[in-house]
């Protein structure tokens, strides 16, 4: 098992930013590529973003493409996503997701390990 846990949700006025952190006490955690979801009351949920084992490759949603941004430190066995210009729909709860492979992918069936989620409420 590798535990994820995700951090920095909270209320935020729109246009405001947030960075959230998705990090695990197992350091093969950093051998996995990980994705960044959400799920809004009464949706499914979609993925955002995802990075890569190396932290080379990045991929983005449309949706977020240029307001979000997803990174790694490996030495704090952490990944990040920093969202800017936040907007009233990206609210949501918002996971991180790990799998045994080098690169990431858009499927939540794809993932094997998942954090409990971080509430994010942008306010207009």
């Known amino acids: 098992q590798v535990p994820l846990v995700e951090s920095g949700g909270r209320l935020v006025e729109a246009g405001g930013s947030l960075r959230l952190s998705c990090t695990s006490s197992r350091a093969l955690f950093s051998s996995h590529a990980v994705g960044w979801f959400r799920q809004a009351p009464g949706k499914e949920r979609e993925f955002l973003s995802g990075i890569s084992r190396s932290g080379e490759d990045t991929d983005y949603a449309d949706s977020v493409k240029g307001r979000f941004t997803i990174s790694r430190d490996k030495a704090k066995n952490t990944v990040y996503l920093q969202m800017n210009s936040l907007k009233p729909e990206d609210t949501a709860v918002y996971y991180c997701?790990?799998?045994?492979?080098?690169?990431?992918?858009?499927?939540?069936?794809?993932?094997?390990?998942w954090g409990q989620g971080t509430q994010v409420t942008v306010s207009s």
């Open positions: 997701a790990s799998r045994r492979t080098i690169l990431t992918a858009p499927a939540t069936r794809n993932y094997e390990y």
